[in-house]
């Protein structure tokens, strides 16, 4: 079945680096999303990417679709404490018909000052 | 209501026993969908409903668990013979739109444990 792996697992930056993660499916994926999950808390819907190659920016936050539609990335420039929790990739297969939303494995940020 | 309900937040049961999950979705919202997250996991799909009908049961682990939509609102999960690898979180989502885009809305989840 369709797996959507993400990397790394874990990382832990001071205040002000940067961070990026990496995800990557087995199969073509139809569009992409990412999600953040605070700790404690549930996803939260950030973005949405459709087209190959395409990238989106949300102020520090840069989202990248790989030309092939299989693997994706998030960096965020200058973390902040507010930037700490898990950030998940989620991965639409590429039919024609409606077809469940596959969740990466998740990468999971702390940041301290 | 304003967001995705979800009742209970948390049920402690014990090993063989029956567990009704419930989902209220965002008001209007066509597509609600069920994931099951364990601890320092991502949410494990399990169904999707778009309406009434399940269009897509393949993340159902096996026959203990069901799910029905029967007015294409109001959903509950339900799990038979609960077993201890059943503990998890239960996340509800709804989407505003079918078909292959738009973003999940997610309840607080549902914390079960199985003693």
């Known amino acids: 079945g369709q797996q959507v792996m993400q990397i790394p697992q874990y990382q832990h930056v001071q205040e002000g680096e940067d961070f990026t993660t990496y995800c990557n499916s087995s199969?073509?994926?139809?569009?992409i999303q990412w999600y953040k999950q605070r700790p404690g808390g549930h996803p939260v819907f950030l973005i949405q990417?459709?087209?190959?190659?395409e990238v989106k920016k949300q102020k520090r936050l840069t989202f990248q679709f790989g030309e092939a539609k299989k693997n994706s990335s998030l960096h965020i420039t200058a973390t902040q404490t507010t930037d700490v929790g898990t950030y998940f990739c989620?991965?639409?297969?590429?039919?024609?018909?409606?077809?469940?939303?596959?969740f990466g494995t998740g990468t999971r940020l702390q940041v301290t000052l | 209501g304003a967001g995705v309900s979800q009742t209970p937040s948390n049920k402690v049961t014990e090993k063989g026993k029956y567990v009704e999950l419930r989902c209220d979705p965002i008001s209007g919202h066509t597509a609600l969908y069920w994931y099951r997250q364990s601890l320092g996991q991502g949410p494990e799909f399990l169904i999707y409903?778009?309406?009434?009908?399940?269009?897509?049961d393949s993340g159902l682990p096996n026959d203990r668990f069901f799910a029905v939509r029967p007015e294409g609102s109001v959903s509950t999960l339900k799990i038979q013979r609960t077993e201890r690898g059943d503990s998890a979180v239960y996340l509800c989502a709804s989407s505003a739109s079918g078909g292959n885009t738009g973003e999940l809305f997610f309840g607080e989840g549902s914390r079960l444990t199985v003693l």
């Open positions: 989620a991965g639409r297969l590429n039919t024609g018909t409606a077809s469940k939303l596959t």
């Open positions: 409903f778009q309406g009434t009908g399940a269009a897509d």
């Open positions: 199969t073509t994926l139809s569009n």
């Open positions: 990417l459709v087209k190959s190659g």
